[in-house]
């Protein structure tokens, strides 16, 4: 009984050393190791794992850059191979050849906004007696020449000839100013200026009422819209004038005609020319 108490006394205490001495048997579970990642450091210098996510960049599309729109300017005509006509200032002459206008010539010395020709406005310019008419670019791009009729010291004006041709003193019915206006349309003829030559056609006309004609004094440059709105009463074909409006470069002559009881600036004709020309030119007003 004394030997087996000491076996288990010495047992005992053959386990105590280890334990003091930190050897056992029973195996240590290896704390996780933490393997830091350059640059993926917080603040704390405290190493964490981190997550990439990773994001789609915008497909940037290459945009391809138009040429400019070439600018062309209205007043210039091309005429072939005579150069060109520049219709804002200058003196110009057209002469018809055929149709109901043949063997009308008629003259004037043109100035315009943009070229005043040494006057101080275009009011000044048009001043009866001059021998001057107004070039302008009307709404739609096409050029308006406001010219005078009538007479000036007993001497007829620029566009007299015409006036004459489709109401005589201004005591014509309204029927025969209707047949003369359709007897214009077609007539053809030849545009003259600075050693150029322009061919030309008439494909409208009208008279307009004493009201329109007041507008288009005062409106110049809504002379197609003044004529197709209709607002106002006329004689011809007022839808011929549309076709201008789109793609037009045309010329228009408008001038006065005598009212009922001979007023001379009462009623306004707008006779419309297609321009036989190669193509515009390109912007270059000084």
Same mark, same amino acid.
């Given at each position: ?58 497909? @940037? ?97 620029? @566009? ?9 003193? *201004?005591?014509?019915?309204? *029927? ?67 076709? @201008? ?42």
């Amino acid at each position: 009984m004394k030997k087996l108490g000491l076996a288990v006394f010495l047992i005992l205490a053959v386990l105590s050393l280890d334990l003091a001495s930190g050897k056992t048997d029973i195996p240590r579970i290896a704390k996780p190791a933490v393997i830091a990642t350059e640059n993926l450091e917080i603040p704390g210098n405290t190493p964490v794992p981190q997550t990439i996510i990773a994001t789609e960049q915008p497909v @940037v599309t290459p945009t391809s850059t138009l040429p400019p729109k070439k600018e062309v300017n209205p007043y210039i005509f091309r005429a072939g191979d005579n150069g060109t006509i520049d219709l804002s200032i200058g003196a110009v002459t057209i002469r018809f050849e055929s149709g109901g206008f043949e063997g009308i010539e008629i003259s004037a010395q043109l100035i315009s906004p943009i070229n005043l020709g040494g006057y101080a406005s275009t009011s000044e310019g048009l001043e009866v007696g001059n021998g001057v008419g107004v070039s302008r670019v009307e709404n739609y791009g096409n050029i308006s020449l406001g010219l005078h009729s009538g007479f000036h010291l007993d001497l007829p004006l620029e @566009v007299e000839a015409l006036r004459y041709f489709l109401e005589k003193l *201004g005591k014509t019915s309204e *029927g025969a100013i209707f047949k003369k206006l359709q007897q214009a349309v077609g007539s053809r003829g030849k545009l003259y200026s600075d050693g150029a030559v322009l061919e030309v056609e008439v494909i409208a006309a009208i008279r307009m009422d004493h009201d329109a004609a007041e507008e288009i004094r005062l409106n110049p440059e809504q002379v197609l819209d003044i004529i197709t709105s209709g607002n106002y009463e006329s004689l011809g074909n007022a839808e011929a004038f549309e076709t @201008v409006k789109n793609n037009g470069h045309e010329i228009l002559i408008n001038f006065c005609g005598w009212g009922p009881n001979q007023e001379p600036t009462y009623y306004r004709y707008v006779i419309l020319l297609n321009v036989l020309e190669t193509s515009q030119t390109p912007l270059h007003i000084n």
